[in-house]
């Protein structure tokens, strides 16, 4: 964002706000920028702006929201203590609309993030006399974090009460039985008096909104696959068989992601060759539907002319195949070749 003019920032910020903000806001503009806010808008609509851009406008923006209104509430209080009226002196950005837009902004900017795949630091939302709509504004990781080890009944009486995208958002953070379980309890109506709703409603929202840090999910496995693999054959296989030993199924989930699909490549020709002997010709084309050019050519060049014509025939013909189908297909390779290294009969 080094480097962007306060004209393109904002055609970014409009652009995620729509053509009614746009009407609204370039009215108020001075002199050329208007026309210049217009020419990046019309740019942003061919090309989009990355979420790095994104991200970086927002952040900037509930920067500078924090900073007016803290400045605005000190004014406020000084006013007050000097018995000054100040209704209506605030302007729209103290507006509660300008407010619920700042929500919306920083928590979209947050939105945008893989909670599960990095840390995310969460904005802190200032709580209203409605908890229900207080939740709204919430990463719904926070209150799957909160809520996850609570009874359904409670869960489904919380989710109840909040909006429905948003509710769908936090059962995909809990675990796929307390999501069933949850989900057809929401169907049944909620017999709780409504002060206890309430407040059950404000307690789940300080708690989640006392989170502020996302745990990123960590693949162990993947983490011990990815040793493995750097390690020589003989202390891998070491490893390997005390671990069968101790934790089976820890080695033998270890053992079905030690090879990939693309290990093909790191292959010679005669284990290539080795490998086709064991695989039967359906799962063979499903596995090379939509596969990577280099990958396709290496085994097709270790086939006879005939198998080969045979088999670009049938790859052809297998272009509709679903992605799960076609994964599935891989993983088996990769098994095999995961069996075969193990066995001695390929070098990996």
Do not use: C, W
Request: cysteine-free.
């Amino acid at each position: 964002m080094i480097g962007f003019s306060s004209e393109e920032r904002l055609a970014i910020f409009l652009t995620l706000l729509g053509d009614q903000a746009v009407e609204l806001a370039l009215p108020q503009l001075k002199g050329d920028r208007p026309e210049q806010v217009r020419r990046f808008l019309q740019d942003y609509r061919q090309e989009p702006p990355t979420e790095e851009e994104v991200s970086a406008v927002l952040e900037d923006f509930d920067r500078y929201f924090r900073f007016a209104v803290n400045t605005l509430e000190g004014q406020i209080q000084q006013r007050r203590k000097d018995g000054q009226a100040i209704g209506g002196e605030l302007g729209p950005e103290g507006s509660p609309e300008a407010k619920e837009q700042a929500k919306r902004a920083a928590i979209a900017a947050v939105r945008k993030r893989d909670v599960t795949k990095e840390q995310v630091e969460f904005p802190v939302i200032d709580s209203t006399s409605d908890p229900s709509q207080d939740l709204n504004y919430l990463h719904p990781y926070q209150i799957a974090k909160v809520i996850g080890e609570d009874q359904p009944k409670t869960i489904a009486m919380v989710l109840a009460q909040i909006d429905p995208d948003q509710a769908a958002d936090v059962l995909k953070f809990l675990s796929p039985e307390l999501r069933t379980r949850t989900f057809l309890l929401m169907s049944q109506p909620i017999t709780v008096p409504d002060p206890i709703v309430q407040k059950v409603l404000r307690s789940t929202f300080d708690k989640s909104n006392a989170i502020r840090y996302s745990q990123p999910i960590v693949d162990r496995t993947a983490q011990l696959v990815a040793v493995l693999r750097n390690m020589s054959k003989p202390v891998r296989l070491e490893i390997l068989n005390k671990l069968r030993d101790q934790q089976p199924d820890l080695a033998n989930d270890i053992r079905n992601k030690m090879f990939e699909f693309e290990d093909l490549l790191r292959l010679d020709n005669r284990s290539v060759q080795s490998v086709l002997t064991k695989l039967s010709s359906d799962r063979l084309v499903m596995s090379l539907t939509k596969a990577p050019e280099e990958i396709l050519q290496k085994v097709l060049t270790n086939m006879s002319k005939r198998a080969r014509e045979t088999m670009e025939e049938e790859i052809s013909f297998n272009s509709r195949a679903t992605e799960k189908d076609i994964e599935a297909a891989r993983a088996e390779i990769a098994q095999l070749l995961a069996q075969m290294d193990e066995a001695g009969e390929i070098s990996l």
